[in-house]
């Protein structure tokens, strides 16, 4: 849970998702597992990024989609 709150906290700093509440955010060890919608590729590619950066996080699994 801690990492979770880390990683979405990162999002929220670093990609401007503040309202994270479209972006699920699940952890499975050091594996963090990003689902949901965003509006652009970059913004998906941006959040695969700051998930990586979080301490901890060894590996990211991007399931976002950007909304068309």
Request: charged content about 20%; cysteine-free; glycine content about 8%.
């Amino acid at each position: 849970a801690a990492l979770i709150a880390k990683v979405k906290a990162k999002l929220a700093t670093d990609v401007g998702l503040s309202t994270v509440t479209g972006v699920d955010v699940d952890t499975t060890g050091q594996v963090i597992t990003l689902r949901g919608t965003v509006d652009s590729i970059q913004q998906k590619q941006m959040a695969e990024q700051a998930a990586l950066q979080v301490n901890g996080v060894t590996r990211v699994v991007n399931d976002l989609q950007v909304r068309p």
